[in-house]
């Protein structure tokens, strides 16, 4: 059993919109989105029916890595605002009764950060032992990737991903060299700390939590219980109950059953890992394709592994994506999409949208990697709003743009989009209105599931007031499932059908249920 944090009720009917703040909205025509070209567009957010935002890192930073390689925590990066442009943006998110989370990323800086600045002089000051280094230039820091021969310190220095991301000493769980910091040292505990100082900054300017990059890799040589990064991260949830009691906090660890373990309240299905979560939307032979030969059997088993692992206490919740997977789109088309989110939005936990897959946006193939996106970097073009210049993205030249369009001439957009009743996006608002006046379809209904493998997906959602039966087939063909219990109302329904004989229902190919259960 896995005892969570008292969590804040503004979750329990949250839908998350995710914001990769360089390709929202430019407000100033440089080729670069901004905070007041987001702030623009906040209408268009609610009017979707998401109720909150996860913004993408969005700090002062050498934007090596899209910002995920931070220069300096407290200072907005100019390039989107000010800090005043920033608060400005909290304070219309909350003038519209909804919240916003920033993308915290504590465990490395960027090489340009002044902590690692100091951190390289040969001699010993306060930042001394912010980063993990060994004792010699000639000892690396395996398992870890190093930098080395950048100072005139003796030592080389772990990176956590790109060779400019130099890792953050939280401390070793099973110190095994001298270099090797135990996690109850000073050094160790000094850069708690200062990222407790940072998330207090923030949740004071007006933010109502965080996501936390890489949540279970800060402490190093972890046992396979994950109980140094635990430990940490039950020390965090302290100081939050202390100080932050209503602040959020979201993980990207892909195993439930430790990050809400450590306080988190919920924690990401991600597309890598043991979770499963590529077989429903990214694989040669996705599920929630029409073709109809996908497996979910490992997925579900994985899933409910993990739900009684924490007690059903905590939230799993399942992206629509993010800005380090494929579009949605590029592995399915958009009645294959309307199914999928069928499934998004009627499960437990908080539903996340990332930005423009509510309109079935595309990934862009063979464009040049930007700033570290790599292949990531088709999933990261600009937001396509309306058929004018950029897309009604940003009125810059268009080879000044962040990342090229879609080059599309049938690219779909905003604007279109929501023009048309039969349209994604559409389709996707009516799923949020839904789930809203049903809250056994919220993040903490219930849920009990019918099938296991094959077609069709059924499983149940309840709470003490009502009782939903959720049916998805996402197969061209027609499908059946037996159901002892008596049927009522169908509430919701996308496709042909739906029908019950005895105790057998079949569901239509490619066609979406919720019925409510007598």
């Keep these: ?23 929202f909205m430019d407000s100033n025509g440089d080729g670069i989105g901004d905070f007041k070209g987001i702030i623009s567009k906040l209408d268009y957010i609610k009017e979707l029916g998401c109720n909150a935002i996860w913004l993408n890192p969005c700090f002062k930073s050498p934007f090596g890595d899209a ?3 931070v220069e300096d925590y407290f200072t907005a990066a100019e390039r989107y605002g000010t800090n005043q442009d920033l608060y400005d943006l909290f304070e219309e998110v909350h003038k519209r009764g909804m919240h916003v989370i920033l993308d915290l990323v504590p465990g490395h800086t960027a090489v340009t950060h002044p902590w690692f600045r100091q951190s390289m002089k040969a001699e010993k000051n306060e930042f001394t032992h912010r980063y993990i280094w060994s004792d010699s230039i000639w000892e690396n820091t395996a398992p870890l990737e190093c930098i080395r021969g950048i100072s005139d310190r003796d030592g080389s220095a772990a990176v956590n991903f790109f060779s400019h991301q130099p890792a953050l000493n ?14 109850d040292s000073e050094d160790a505990l000094a850069t708690a700390e200062a990222i407790k100082e940072i998330m207090r900054f923030w949740l004071k300017a007006g933010c109502d939590g965080f996501r936390v990059d890489m949540a279970g890799s800060l402490v190093k040589n972890d046992n396979e219980n994950s109980d140094g990064n635990v430990a940490l991260w039950k020390n965090f949830r302290e100081f939050l109950d202390r100080e932050f009691p209503d602040a959020a906090m979201i993980s990207e660890w892909g195993e439930p059953d430790k990050s809400l373990r450590g306080g988190f309240h919920m924690d990401f299905l991600l597309h890598f890992g043991s979770s499963h979560y590529n077989d429903l939307f990214r694989c040669a032979e996705p599920y929630f394709s029409s073709r109809g030969r996908g497996d979910i059997t490992e997925f579900l088993k994985k899933y409910i592994e993990n739900r009684e692992k924490t007690d059903g206490k905590g939230l799993i919740c399942i992206p629509s994506g993010n800005h380090d997977m494929d579009r949605l789109r590029r ?3 958009t009645e294959e999409m309307k199914i999928a989110f069928a499934f998004l939005l009627t499960m437990p936990g908080a539903p996340f949208i990332y930005y423009g897959d509510e309109i079935g946006m595309r990934y862009v193939e063979n464009v040049v990697s930007v700033e570290g996106g790599y292949g990531r970097t088709g999933s990261r073009s600009p937001m396509q709003w309306d058929g004018g210049k950029n897309a009604g993205f940003s009125s810059a030249p268009e080879d000044k743009l962040y990342i090229p369009l879609d080059p599309d001439t049938d690219r779909p957009t905003a604007e279109s989009e929501m023009s048309s009743e039969s349209s994604l996006r559409s389709e996707v608002k009516r799923l949020i209105e839904f789930r809203q006046s049903h809250a056994a379809l919220q993040s903490r209904g219930g849920i009990q599931f019918v099938t296991y493998s094959g077609y069709p997906l059924v499983y149940e959602r309840s709470d003490e007031n009502e009782k ?3 049916a998805i087939n996402p197969s061209g063909e027609e499908k059946s499932f037996a159901y002892s ?8 329904i996308y496709g042909k059908g739906v029908s019950k004989t005895g105790e057998t229902v079949t569901v239509s190919g490619q066609t979406a249920a919720v019925i409510r259960i007598k």
């Design 468 to 470: 939903l039966l959720v």
């Design 67 to 69: 910002g995920y390689d």
């Design 1 to 23: 059993m896995c005892r969570t944090a008292k969590h804040p009720e503004w979750l329990d009917n949250a839908v998350f919109y995710e914001i990769y703040p360089q390709s």
């Design 331 to 333: 592995h399915l088309d």
């Design 485 to 492: 219990e008596e049927l009522g109302d169908v509430l919701y």
């Design 170 to 183: 939280y401390g070793y769980f099973r110190p095994e060299k001298s270099w090797q910091h135990p996690m």
